[in-house]
């Protein structure tokens, strides 16, 4: 089994080849949005945007002044993501490659986690925890986005809260006050809400 077959049923690349990427925004998450005017991150932070995808919010971290990194299984979405930075005349650091056998350089501060976790089957998510608990520097933040749905199966794959809770333990992350969780429906997935929260590492 090759690493993007044992991610989820879907061929990303023969999707973002085909532009059959109903999941996509045209603009950035209104969470980024909201995060970005809270001051959740600044500039001069190292980010990294796993399964980016043709996210804008890699190359919206890069316009904040962050040392941005995307990754992704499709070298058709990073293609694309290369040619808008090459447009704004903005650098980071883009890979077409496998999330969970990646390392960054040094630490980072921030992970932004739109799209992957959901993306991958569920029994990869204790080693996608584990990657994360590498990438970050002690004190470092997950911005997640998790999706939540009724439905079984994916993706995207449900994230409910008491499972996310389980996977990002309080032995290694620090979770916010339930009242600062926020839902956001996703207009391209029949409003299928996405919870934001801010996790930071131990």
């Known amino acids: 089994m090759t690493p993007d077959e044992d991610r989820s049923p879907i061929d990303w690349e023969i999707r973002f080849r085909d532009n059959d990427t109903p999941w996509e925004r ?46 992704d299984l499709s070298p058709t979405a ?43 089957h569920p029994r990869l998510r204790s080693d996608y925890e584990t990657t994360l608990v590498r990438w970050l520097k002690p004190g470092g933040r997950m911005l997640a986005l998790f ?16 499972v996310m809770r389980d996977l990002f ?3 290694r992350w620090r979770w916010p006050e339930p009242e600062t969780i926020s839902t956001w429906p996703h207009p391209q997935l029949n409003g299928k809400p996405e919870l934001s929260a801010v996790l930071v590492k131990r």
């Open 26 to 71: 045209a603009t950035v998450h209104p969470a980024f949005a909201a995060w970005e005017a809270s001051g959740a991150f600044i500039a001069d932070e190292r980010v990294v945007v796993p399964g980016c995808g043709r996210s804008p919010e890699v190359l919206a971290f890069a316009k904040a002044g962050l040392t941005a990194a995307g990754i």
């Open 78 to 120: 990073i293609d694309w993501q290369t040619d808008q930075f090459a447009t704004a005349k903005q650098r980071a650091r883009l890979i077409a490659g496998d999330v969970l056998a990646w390392t960054p350089p040094e630490p980072v501060d921030l992970v932004y986690d739109q799209t992957f976790l959901c993306a991958i």
């Open 147 to 162: 999706m939540q749905k009724d439905e079984r199966g994916g993706p995207p794959y449900g994230c409910p809260l008491d």
């Open 169 to 171: 333990s309080d032995m």
